[in-house]
Structure formats: structure tokens, C-alpha cells
């Protein structure tokens, strides 16, 4: 994969004897990424998911998520609560290159 990435990221753990509150930002800037690299393999072949060029933003944060020994696998299996999911933001945005319009 080809292309610029510009972001910062900042984060911030509290912890108690039970439980860690996680607080993040992360911000980035994509120019120019060729995605072209970005494949899928099916039935032993590969194909590109996008043959392209595109720009973009990638934000996310989290405001006090509580992390402890059980968030993980309760992460992983969908089932956080209301109340935790609404401390997770995520935001994309997408858009195709002007240098773009140079590729075959």
C-alpha cells in the first residue's frame, strides 16, 4: 500500500483496584493511499477490494470506557452494554483522489 498518513493520538488510564477507565482520541489523515494492496482471499485466489486511490479521515474516541478482566471477551462477543457502547465514536470518511483520475 502506497500513500501518506498524518494523525496524532492521545489517551489517558485511570485506574482503581477493580477497573482502568480508558479515554482516547485518534485522528487521521490519509492522502493518496493506493489500495490497490487491500485484497481479499477466497477459494484460494486473491482480489482487490479497491483498485483506486483515495484520501481520507479516520477518527476515533472513547470516553471513559471501563476496561477489566471481563470487557475483552464481552467486547469481542457484541454484547457490551448501552451505556458502555455510547462511549465509543468511531467516524470515516472517504473520498477517491484528484490524482486519481491518472490511474488505468
Do not use: C, W, Y
Not at 476515533?60 to 477489566?68: E, N
Not at 471481563?70 to 465509543?88: F, H
Amino acid at each position: 500500500m502506497f500513500g501518506g498518513i498524518d494523525g496524532g493520538l492521545e489517551f489517558s488510564l485511570a485506574t482503581s483496584r477493580a477497573n482502568a477507565a480508558l479515554d482516547t482520541r485518534l485522528n487521521l489523515d490519509l492522502r493518496g493511499i493506493q489500495a490497490g494492496a487491500i485484497r481479499t482471499s477466497r477459494d484460494g485466489s486473491q482480489s482487490p477490494i479497491v483498485e483506486d486511490e483515495f484520501d481520507g479521515k479516520v477518527s476515533l474516541r472513547v470516553d471513559g470506557l471501563t476496561m477489566d478482566r471481563d470487557t475483552l471477551p464481552v467486547l469481542l462477543a457484541g454484547k457490551l452494554s448501552r451505556n458502555e457502547i455510547e462511549k465509543i465514536g468511531i467516524s470515516i470518511h472517504m473520498n477517491r483522489s484528484p490524482e486519481a483520475v491518472r490511474l488505468p
